[in-house]
């Protein structure tokens, strides 16, 4: 009896543990949304050169914020997608898919998960849903260097860790204007706005607005 007593005791143990474990492991409910708003950039690329190769207000960037969870999980599973999906389209198209594809494209992929341009091109309806579960874009903004910015919101809570991209976008090249993480605390909720600067982005601002219960 006793030592069926302490096989119920160990299990109960194991169970409130595994429990917390499951818990620890969830998300925190969001409570805020983090929304883009304003965004001013540089004229000119770090070297001088116009973003863009038009004249005049032509050559000025198309720039679209991307906010990205720093979730590494989902990153995993849509990078893995993200390589499927671009395997597969070799196939169609009758290319050979070099040796080692798959490990040389994962360390580029950040580049088209960055940036929602890129995976429109892809046209790929799974991805975009699980890319979805951990990003946003902005609408894109043409030939503009000062911009209100429409859409892109994103729910966050606290100790939320947000990657921010802003990216030149262009037919096929995006050029990376400017990337930096944002940690998500209760004194920047309580104090309901942010202002960035990194990179090329001389401005960002970003709101943080409380979900409705």
Do not use: Y
Request: charged letters at 25%; hydrophobic letters at 45%; proline letters at 7%.
């Amino acid at each position: 009896m006793l030592f069926l007593s302490r096989c119920c005791l160990a299990g109960l143990i194991f169970v409130i543990a595994l429990s917390t474990s499951r818990g620890a492991d969830r998300p925190a409910k969001p409570t805020h949304i983090l929304q883009p708003v304003m965004l001013e950039v540089q004229p000119t690329q770090p070297n001088g050169n116009p973003w863009d190769t038009g004249i005049g207000a032509f050559a000025r960037p198309d720039p679209q914020v991307t906010m990205m969870r720093n979730d590494p999980k989902l990153l995993q599973v849509a990078t893995d997608m993200l390589i499927d999906v671009m395997e597969q389209r070799m196939k169609d198209l009758g290319r050979p898919v070099p040796p080692r594809f798959r490990e040389v494209f994962a360390r580029g992929a950040m580049t088209s998960l960055r940036c929602g341009k890129s995976l429109e091109a892809l046209q790929n309806p799974e991805l975009t849903a699980i890319r979805g579960k951990f990003a946003s874009d902005t609408t894109v903004a043409s030939d503009s260097l000062l911009t209100k910015l429409v859409d892109g919101g994103m729910k966050v809570a606290v100790d939320d860790n947000i990657l921010i991209f802003v990216n030149d976008t262009d037919l096929a090249a995006h050029d990376l204007m400017g990337q930096t993480e944002l940690k998500i605390t209760k004194d920047l909720l309580a104090k309901g706005e942010v202002e960035l600067k990194f990179n090329s982005v001389d401005s960002l601002r970003l709101k943080l607005l409380p979900i409705a219960d």
